[in-house]
């Protein structure tokens, strides 16, 4: 008979073993990538493409939430992306104008089931601008199942307004609505360049019902700013972009701001937020 106090340990090693537990994590990746600004200079998009896919390739997310990818960059990412999907539209008409909010997942991984893109506004299911927002601000939301484990995910990957101080509120509320409706005990995640500070209102609003990976990782890693302004040597940078767990049923492994700078060069002017998580 085994020893009483062995007994927590044998029952532990046996939970960790079950398919599902540890053996299938899922990785998850946000990162505003810069539009396509030719007075960018030396940062212009052509120059730094290629780093930048072959980062996305190398690090190689489940999920892959970006910000202002222009038509023509998600077009090219799709092509350049091998094995990725990616579903989203453009803000501007709904199609292909303007910045999208787009979401790359692995097909070998992920089956899609259904993604909507809805607008940041009182009017969200037309093009439109909210509040005191300087432009159209969108969420691309997509649900899929893990071929690996059935379990379903549901993701939602946004970018709030640089400007409009009421707008970002309102936008974590609205966004909070939509997934305390939707989410239920199916695990969701928050995605995206958020424009605010972690002290900041919509920050502090959307941490009464979510949790933030950065701060409940096992092991966290990696520069503590995300917004690197194309400067490898700056100043430190504030932290703007975020990934979001809707309840406890998730763990997070790990989780990190990714260093995109070289020595001369940033592949954006922002850090990408990644994590690791496994579902219970």
């Keep these: 008979m085994m020893p009483l106090i062995l007994q927590p340990v044998f029952w532990l090693i046996l ?9 299938h994590p899922l990785d998850v990746m946000t990162w505003n990538i810069r539009y396509d600004n030719p007075d960018d200079g030396p940062n212009a998009w052509p120059l730094r493409r290629d780093a930048l896919a072959q980062f996305i390739l190398e690090k190689h997310p489940d999920i892959l939430g970006i910000q202002e990818g222009l038509d023509h960059q998600v077009r090219w990412l799709d092509s350049v992306l ?14 292909r104008k303007g910045e999208y909010c787009a979401i790359f997942y692995r097909t070998d991984r992920l089956r899609l089931i259904e993604t909507t893109t809805r607008w940041l506004s009182s009017t969200p299911d037309q093009p439109s601008t909210g509040w005191d927002a300087a432009l159209p601000r969108i969420v691309t939301t997509g649900r899929w199942e893990d071929r690996q484990t059935g379990r379903v995910w549901m993701v939602y990957n946004t970018h709030f307004d640089h400007r409009g101080a009421t ?7 609205l ?26 209102e919509p ?10 990976v950065l701060d409940e990782a096992d092991r966290v890693t990696g520069p503590s700013g995300t917004f690197s302004s194309f400067d490898p ?30 020595a001369d060069r940033c592949l954006s002017d922002h850090r990408p937020v990644w994590c690791r998580l496994t579902a219970g």
């Excluded at 091998?82 to 199609?95: I, K, L």
Aim: glycine residues 10%; aromatic residues 6%.
């Design 15 to 23: 939970v960790l073993l079950q398919p599902g537990v540890q053996s």
């Design 82 to 95: 091998s094995g990725y999907a990616r579903v989203g539209h453009g803000r501007d008409d709904g199609d």
């Design 167 to 173: 707008a970002r509120s309102e936008s974590a509320r």
């Design 175 to 200: 966004l909070d609505t939509w997934m305390a409706s939707s989410c239920g005990e199916m695990p969701c995640i928050l995605m995206g360049d958020l424009n605010a500070s972690p002290e900041a």
């Design 203 to 212: 920050i502090t609003w959307l941490k009464q019902s979510k949790r933030d």
């Design 233 to 262: 040597e700056g100043k430190p940078a504030p932290r703007i972009d975020y990934i979001f767990l809707n309840n406890g049923m998730v763990r997070v492994m790990e989780a990190a701001i990714l260093e995109t700078c070289r």
